[in-house]
């Protein structure tokens, strides 16, 4: 039987499924894409609106969750609202553990992307649920394509930013 509760699982499910290296447009990170073409238009968040979006970048998003309403058999009523925030903090330090660490390190603008989805019922609650990731531009480095698509990225990340050897 459905559940509002059910709403919780849909925006967990939807920032994870925008977050993942998965998400991707001709083979590049989306988040990273997304993250170039608000920098060149001076912006550092965007909200979508996962009802009624037909922008790329949300799409896989937007496809998501209207499959898991019908899926779970939540009445489409009980939703007043569904939305996608991704916000930038541009050229922080990533945490140690993060692979961006190493494009960091090499000098090159790391951001912090803070995802978060909402869903408005029709009494007048909001669900939510928020990740944090962290990313580059992708037109900084268009060669590293994403993790879906091929093997070994981490291993080529790493080779790319290695300092030259001296001597070879």
Known sequence: MPSRKQFLDLTHGVVSQFVSRSN?????????????????????????????????????AVIWLRRRIVDTQVPRQWIDGAYLRVSFTRGVE???????????????????????????DDRGRDWESKATTWCWDVAAFPALRSARRERGTFARLTRLFQPARRGS
């Open 24 to 60: 991707d447009i001709d083979g590049l990170w989306g988040v990273g894409i997304l993250s170039k073409s608000l920098s060149d238009a001076s912006k550092n968040d965007i909200t979508y609106d996962l009802l009624n979006s037909a922008d790329a970048l949300a799409a896989r």
């Open 94 to 120: 990533p945490p140690a553990d993060d692979v961006t660490r190493i494009a960091w390190e090499a000098g090159v603008p790391v951001h912090r992307v803070v995802v978060t989805a909402t869903i408005t």
